[in-house]
């Protein structure tokens, strides 16, 4: 019988796109180490930026035209520029520079060369690895503090000021408030509120020198501990906890002690980003930047909806939810009042 060729009506077009994925996550990690951004605010040819960099003139120009490929460049008669996404964010020294926190959330190189071992054997054996050193835990700090800058803090704050309670807040929680900048924000845009920036005891210690940065010091306390264990304070008209609530050993003991903490009428706005759907599938970004845990052994991540209902069974008397787009992915932003 005559074979004939198969009919096909689906390209495989995406198929490279994931090919070719790990190209654009070396071209962006090659041009932060290398600086490149900070002499492109204004267009330069490739011989100009290999001369001020003092690298190979040819290669330059491939890699600025790589660069400009994946749209982090724009090149206009042979001259390159920065788009508008670097000139934002990856300027060495600007004020929403995320150069420092890029790096750090590449995936696990590690992991991912032995992804076909540890899919055949499972997690590999882990030595004990020590406490964060407190330098470790400061570096990570500053980190946050580049991210909260570059929108997120802003966000936060448009979601507070739509909060009809606000103007009659007097006292709120950053509930694992990190630098303690979304606070900070918060407040400054109340005339009489104050907030507490509840945190481990290294993460306080450099909060209180972001409060002293940002003269903060007459609107914003510091609260030191655990919330898995200790006291989170009481008399509170809003507690905020963003990017948190994944930390807790028991999410509805966290809510629960939340709830108690809440004036009467008072507001618990969590955003949490690492809500799964579709069966721990989506949203991509959620499932590829916790595979590398996961397959070490560590799964996180609750399904969508986990923390509404929480707040409902901690007897929160109105519970809203809708799932944001956020500079820092996909979060679920859920809303409940005591």
């Not at 120009?61 to 001259?79: N, S």
């Not at 303690?180 to 005891?201: Q, R, S, T, Y």
């Not at 579709?278 to 949203?283: G, L, N, S």
Request: glycine share 8%.
């Amino acid at each position: 019988m005559e074979k004939i060729l198969p009919e096909v009506k689906l390209g495989y077009g995406d198929l490279y796109e994931i090919l070719i994925a790990p190209i654009k996550l070396k071209l962006l990690l090659t041009s932060i180490e290398l600086k490149v951004f900070n002499e492109l605010s204004k267009p330069k040819s490739a011989d100009a930026v290999a001369k001020t960099l003092n690298t190979d003139p040819t290669n330059t120009r491939l890699f600025l035209d790589g660069l400009a490929a994946i749209d982090l460049l724009e090149k206009t008669k042979g001259l390159y520029k920065n788009s508008s996404i670097a000139q934002t964010f990856l300027i060495e020294g600007g004020p929403t520079y995320l150069g420092r926190i890029l790096p750090f959330l590449q995936p696990d190189a590690q992991v991912f060369e032995n992804l076909t071992k540890l899919v055949k054997e499972g997690p590999l054996p882990q030595p004990e690895t020590p406490p964060f050193s407190e330098e470790a835990v400061a570096q990570g700090v500053v980190m946050m503090a580049d991210a909260e800058r570059a929108g997120y803090t802003q966000e936060a704050v448009k979601i507070v000021l739509e909060l009809p309670e606000f103007p009659s807040f007097q006292k709120m929680l950053d509930l694992g408030g990190g630098p303690g900048l979304i606070g900070m924000a918060i407040v400054a845009e109340h005339p009489n509120m104050k907030a507490i920036n509840f945190d481990l005891p290294p993460v306080a210690r450099k909060a209180k020198a972001y409060i002293r940065e940002y003269g903060m010091e007459d609107r914003m306390e510091i609260l030191v501990g655990d919330f898995n264990q200790d006291s989170i304070g009481e008399g509170y008209d809003l507690v905020w906890a963003s990017g948190v609530l994944q930390f807790a050993f028991d999410i509805d003991y966290i809510v629960k002690k939340v709830y108690e903490s809440l004036n009467p009428g008072g507001v618990f706005v969590s955003l949490y980003p690492f809500a799964h759907t579709h069966e721990r599938t989506k949203p991509e970004p959620v499932i590829l930047g916790l595979l590398s845990m996961a397959l070490m052994g560590h799964e996180a991540g609750i399904e969508r909806g986990y923390v509404a209902d929480s707040m409902k069974r901690a007897g929160f008397k109105s519970v809203h939810s809708r799932n944001m787009d956020t500079l820092l992915g996909p979060m679920d932003l859920d809303i409940a009042r005591k």
